[in-house]
């Protein structure tokens, strides 16, 4: 709904909220390393810093954010438990507070959760924390928390839409500052609902420093995008829930004011790009992040030159991936960064068609990773489905003209149409 009033949210959260929850959370260790990336320095030209939230004890920074809340209620709230919904990283913050405070909790997920999100909060939850599953979406399991809490009285723990939430997602930059001894000149943060980047933007402004701070979105899911344009919160349709971390469907009242007044850009970042750089950081740094870990780095892509020279943190804000989407991860980049390709190819029911294709369009280094046939007894075609891998992606021009001069009818596959998601 439209909101015809600004919300005044200086009235809500400001630094010493902050500060308050760096005070809470001090005793229970969630500190986390800035360290310099070599590698991404060198390729922007700049000095970019990694913040490493996927080394805290639930591998996100979500912890932050629900220790400070849980630990700020009344003894009696306390008493009588608390409940959340989450795609997984903010149900582990949730079940590992609640362990260490001695306070009951029930956890929503949607059923589409990454398996090992749930197997690890079912790790920290012990017997304090029961999980339920409601709906194929945050949203839905949200619902379900809220109708949850009015039926018992447990207080919901909110994902990013809190000034206790969000203050403590904003003690992510007091430590980096602190760890870097200046503030630095840009900050560049994930988004799904806003509480981290919003904690941050008021950290920042609360300090007086001059900080530019970018938010990075998913292409498939930019509802913060998508609100500022419109001027006003708004639900919107998720088309690619691969960074499911990231993937929220309406920003919260609280964090869309802060982000609108307070946050210099957001950009939005391809899926493919986010999957190139989970693998970069897999391969070149040993460093597991999950989608949503990588997007503000994947992001730094999108700024280029305007960051060439400055001083920038980028919050690599989790790191649970599952081991098992990492087939998935790889597809994504390939096709992402033009390396492979499907067709549809007629190929004549007839001796050396096959071999015809192989010698004729094929060139030395391209490689065939799918060959998917269907026999057509009563026809003179029988359509395949070929998956073709490249060692460069300049080399597709030569693949679809060397295509065209062999006859065949070959349809390539735009990576946008819906049968090329069946395959991916």
């Given amino acids: ?120 909060i079912r790790a920290l939850a012990g017997d304090l924390v029961e999980l339920r599953f409601a709906g194929d979406s945050f949203d839905d399991a949200n619902a379900a928390a809220a109708l949850y809490a009015a039926e018992t009285g447990a207080t919901v723990v909110p994902t990013f839409d809190h000034p206790m939430t969000m203050a403590g997602q904003g003690t992510v930059a007091l430590e980096a500052i602190e760890q870097l001894g200046a503030a630095p000149d840009v900050f560049v943060v994930p988004i799904g609902g806003g509480g981290l980047i919003s904690g941050i933007a008021v950290t920042v402004e609360g300090l ?19 609100s500022l344009e419109a001027g006003h919160p708004v639900t919107i349709d998720i088309t690619d829930d691969f960074v499911d971390g990231a993937v929220v469907r309406t920003p919260g009242r609280l964090t869309f004011a802060v982000v609108s007044e307070l946050v210099s850009e957001i950009v939005i970042v391809p ?32 700024l280029g030159p305007s960051i060439k020279g400055q001083t920038v943190v980028c919050i690599l804000s989790g790191g649970n991936n599952d081991v098992a989407r990492y087939g998935e991860i790889l597809e994504r980049s390939l096709v992402y960064e033009g390396l492979k390709h499907y067709f549809v190819v007629a190929f004549p029911q007839s001796p050396g068609a096959l071999r015809r294709f192989l010698d004729e369009c094929l060139g030395p280094s391209d490689d065939i990773v799918l060959f998917e046939y269907v026999k057509k007894n009563d026809r003179e075609f029988g359509p395949a489905v070929v998956g073709i891998e490249l060692a460069h992606r300049d080399d597709l021009d030569g693949l679809v003209a060397r295509i065209a001069a062999s006859g065949l009818d070959a349809q390539r596959l735009p990576p946008d149409t819906p049968v090329f998601r069946l395959l991916v």
């Fill in 208 to 226: 007086a420093a001059a900080t530019r701070i970018v938010g990075a979105q998913p292409a498939g899911a930019p509802a913060m995008v998508r």
């Fill in 1 to 120: 709904m439209e909101q015809t009033e600004p919300l005044r949210w200086r009235d809500l959260i400001g630094l010493p909220d902050v500060l308050a929850a760096a005070e809470r959370l001090r005793p229970v260790g969630v500190q986390t390393p800035l360290q310099l990336s070599d590698r991404l320095s060198e390729r922007y030209g700049a000095s970019v810093y990694l913040k490493r939230e996927d080394l805290q004890a639930v591998r996100s920074y979500k912890i932050r954010g629900a220790y400070n809340f849980i630990a700020g209620l009344s003894p009696d709230r306390l008493r009588a438990g608390v409940v959340c919904a989450s795609a997984g990283n903010h149900a582990q913050g949730v079940a590992w507070s609640c362990r260490h405070l001695g306070v009951a909790g029930v956890v929503f997920l949607p059923r589409r959760a990454p398996r090992q999100k749930v197997a690890r």
């Fill in 271 to 302: 899926e493919g790009r986010v999957c190139t750089e989970q693998l970069a950081l897999y391969q070149d740094d040993g460093i597991v992040a999950e989608p949503a870990g990588a997007l503000s780095i994947a992001a730094l892509d999108v």
